[in-house]
């Protein structure tokens, strides 16, 4: 059963095709990584699938409803749909149990005490539980983003999407950052679509990875077969020069 399927999907800014063609299919649960050079297309692609950007031609189906269509409620879609951008865009005048709280209470209409209760049991799993109180100025960019993910678990969603969520971060960082998305991914009833650089985590987490370039999907392999020798001579091309660098 497909979460998200692209179907002969366009995209264009003005002239510019940045989207050719997208024929894609990701199943309830999948874990799947985009990957490719700058520009490629990876994070305009996440971007359609909650609608913060919109498609000119072709059908994406997000959880049984066209979000190209217009009767769509695009909000409902979102409400199934997290995403953790590659800034974390952090509410910088409420703390982090309250960055976690707002969204259940405003769009869920959570009971508070049980909203609290979850906030607080999400950021336990998220290792934060002891920054509950502190305002995201008085933390680091790593708990940043790990508060940005555990707002986005508090929301229950069916479906996660990561664009570069490490990609801002200094590099002793990002281990901790990895490590609460392969926790997140191992849910088994969570679908996520990751665009990331690190080619060790995509081998980890991914059931499939796909490679992107120019706005064209050219490769779309299980995760195994792609490391060891992707269907794309392009992509190939690409992992050498990563894994060499």
Known sequence: MSMIEFRDVQK??????????????????ETVVLIGPSGSGKSTLARTVNGLETIQEGQLIVNGHDIADRKTDINRIRTDVGMVFQHFNLYQNKNV???????????????????KKRAMDILDQVGLADKAENMPSQISGGQAQRVAIARSLAMRPKCMLFDEPTSALDPEMIDDVLRVIKYVTSQSDMTSLIVTHEMGFAQEVANRVIFMDQGQILADDETSKFFENPSNPRAKQFLSKIIKH
């Open 12 to 29: 264009y800014y003005g002239k510019f095709h940045a989207l050719k063609d997208i024929n894609l299919e990701i199943d309830k649960g």
């Open 97 to 115: 149990l309250e960055n976690v709280m707002l969204a259940p209470r405003i769009v869920l209409k959570l009971d508070e005490t049980e909203n």
